[in-house]
């Protein structure tokens, strides 16, 4: 009754009605959706839309027949216009060179972004590729392998490559990102106190790097196995290149080996699997000895940095799994592990 009363006087206070009430996030409906494909692209009239997830984006699969699709609605104010066409670019040129990207598709018109007007403001949106196969949480021995060379070739394509994005540099990996975390775990705690300490040395080590011994370029930043599909024939897609932007190549291979010690809980197979990864990229081309001892404090980094994603997306994203006792655990069971573990500070 409270809650009705104060809406109430907002509304009395306010020219609005309840229809018009400020939303800070909405979900665009797939039906309308299909409509507006429908009229876009060259699908046919029983082609069906419906939501495949809510999230930092919204995804939404679109059947045509016996040819998939995937349409990415961006969140209010997440990407530019300028950074989604970047982001484009980045995969028509990989598509072009033979890397098994999810790229985009554009409409009748040739145009790849569409402007939606959302009760939150205008949110743009594209249609991708679907990427064929499943996600696999522990991937074969040999598929790392596989997935080492498709991310060389990747970097081959985009060392020095420089796209109008957001630029990796410590600060917003390590600094921007800390300060998000601080607004919902005390400072006061244990577990913040290693991330302090942890933070001091990462941004000594990274200041401290032989840049001239550290490739350039484009990244994906995101590659791990909820970002690749691997189909009944072992071709493996990647795909979510949301997080692209300018940085030292080995953050992707820094991220990708963080990631299989986070699913691998056997060492003997972590160990294995990692070598496979590593065999199969330099069977492409070679990483030099500074990035390879840079990769588990990039890793480390890449855990800070991605916290602080969570922390800043609150409002339409982790609100469901994101408090202080979660923090502390995934601080002490996956960040604070994998400093230990690499023996770094």
Partial sequence: MRNFVSLFYYCNLNPCTLETFPVTNSTLSATQLESFLLNKYSLDSNAECRLLKTGINDSYLVTDGDVKYVFRVYSLNWRSEKEIREEIRLLNLLKENGIPVSYPIADVDGNYIHEFAAPEGKRPGVMFSFAKGEKLLNIPTDVHFKIGEIMAKMHQLTTDLKLEQVNYSPKVILVDSFEQLKKFISVDTEEMAFMSSAQKYLLNELANADTNNLRNGAVHLDIWFDNLSIDEGGKITLFDF?????????????????????????????????????????????????????????????????????????????????????LKRFINLLVKKYFEKNNLG
Avoid: H
């Fill in 242 to 326: 949301d997080f692209c932007g300018n940085g030292w190549l080995c953050y992707d291979i820094a991220y990708y080996i963080l990631q299989i010690n986070s699913t691998e809980k056997d060492e003997d197979e972590c160990r294995l699997k990692t070598e496979a990864f590593l065999n199969g990229y330099e069977s492409v081309t070679k990483i030099s000895d500074e990035e390879k001892r840079l990769l588990p404090s990039l890793g480390v980094s890449l855990y800070f940095f991605y916290l602080g994603i969570q922390c800043q997306r609150f409002d339409n994203w982790s609100n469901t799994f994101l408090n202080e006792t979660y």
